[in-house]
């Protein structure tokens, strides 16, 4: 396990899904007020950007922008068709305004 820092937390607008590379790994970050969620920017039906779709605040979800596929920002799991596999999510802390995320 490791800690990466990934940006200064308030470079992260409430409510908007970032793409953001760490080495060969690539996450999405998305701010919903003062909560971060950090999942794997790949949908689990097809190889398609997370990071691309719309971020649903209230639900804490994301919908796939490719075929609708809706994941819960928690945890990764689907929520609705056609995707049936979870996505892998990340830890995520604020430490002195800096966004950590842990990494295996
Ligand atoms: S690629 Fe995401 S729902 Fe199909």
Redesign the pocket.
């Known amino acids: 396990m490791s800690a990466q820092d990934v940006g200064a937390a308030d470079e992260f607008a409430s409510g908007e899904a970032r793409q953001v590379r760490i080495g060969a790994r690539t996450l999405v970050i998305v701010r919903i007020e003062d909560d971060f969620y950090v999942l794997d920017d790949r ?6 950007s ?1 990071a691309q779709g719309e971020v649903d605040c209230e639900d804490r979800t994301i919908e ?6 809706m994941f819960d920002l928690t945890d990764g799991t689907p929520q609705s068709f ?2 049936t596999r979870p996505v892998a999510r990340y830890d995520v802390v604020v430490r002195d305004g800096r966004l950590e995320v842990t990494l295996p």
Do not use: F, N
């Open positions: 949908c689990s039906h097809e190889d398609y997370l796939c922008a490719r075929h609708g596929a056609p995707a």
